[in-house]
């Protein structure tokens, strides 16, 4: 176990609906990042969080937002949520950001 | 932006077997190459990694070998298990400027006993 953990291991909202994601960094680690993991295929960097400041963001719109508390602990929230929203949800913490990445079970999103 | 390749997209070998798992990359500046196993229903679980100053690492059963001319990086598992049976994801990164991680699209390994 990598000591990442997420919550809700599930969840399912419905089109155009707002979610929130959490994330539990590992004891230390000041540095958190968000990937979409759609059905068969691999993670997709969304954003990466260092000490409480955005520290790159991949292709994705701004109704993808996050937050890092200063405890470490992160939030992604997704608005208008869209069909293709549908994945796994993957946070990853790190002792920096140019450290090992340790990912967390994911959240799987479905949007109906 | 970073490309990553990875291939083949299934495996299937024989318990005891060795696997081998390759990857190519575009950007000459990604200097960082993880590798991850996920399993069904799982967050994916680093397994190895290897920096841009060294040609291959090892660990037991796992090596991973680098060749940053050919901008290629590859997995070996050798005496595979069936525990060993689950989606390999091969990455890039630089790891020295920014923390994304760039992903391969995974291959599934299949160990039969």
């Known amino acids: 176990e990598t000591g990442v953990t997420q919550s809700p291991t599930h969840l399912i909202k419905t089109r155009g609906q707002q979610v929130t994601l959490r994330c539990s960094s590992q004891?230390?680690?000041?540095?958190v990042s968000w990937y979409q993991q759609a059905l068969g295929q691999g993670p997709q960097f969304i954003f990466q969080?260092?000490?409480?400041?955005?520290?790159g963001r991949g292709n994705f719109p701004p109704r993808f937002s996050g937050l890092q508390f200063p405890n470490y602990s992160s939030e992604l929230n997704v608005n208008a949520l869209e069909l293709d929203d549908s994945a796994l949800y993957l946070c990853?913490?790190?002792?920096?950001?140019?450290?090992?990445?340790?990912f967390g079970p994911g959240t799987r999103l479905t949007v109906l | 932006g970073e490309n990553v390749e990875q291939h083949p997209s299934t495996l299937s070998v024989q318990e005891g077997d060795s696997a081998v798992i390759k990857c190519t990359y575009s950007?000459?500046?990604?200097?960082?190459f993880p590798w991850y196993k996920q399993e069904l229903g799982k967050g994916p679980q680093l397994i190895i990694d290897?920096?841009?100053?060294?040609g291959e690492k090892k660990d037991q059963r796992i090596a991973v070998t680098l060749n940053k001319t050919a901008k290629h990086f590859s997995l070996h598992i050798t005496e595979t298990q069936p525990e060993d049976s689950a989606v390999y994801f091969c990455?890039?990164?630089?790891?020295?400027?920014?923390?994304?991680?760039?992903f391969g699209r995974g291959t599934q390994l299949t160990v039969w006993p």
């Open positions: 290897i920096r841009s100053n060294v």
């Open positions: 990455a890039a990164g630089r790891g020295s400027t920014l923390g994304r991680l760039y």
């Open positions: 990853a913490s790190s002792l920096d950001y140019t450290d090992t990445q340790y």
């Open positions: 969080y260092y000490r409480e400041e955005e520290n």
């Open positions: 950007d000459s500046a990604s200097n960082y």
């Open positions: 004891s230390g680690h000041n540095t």
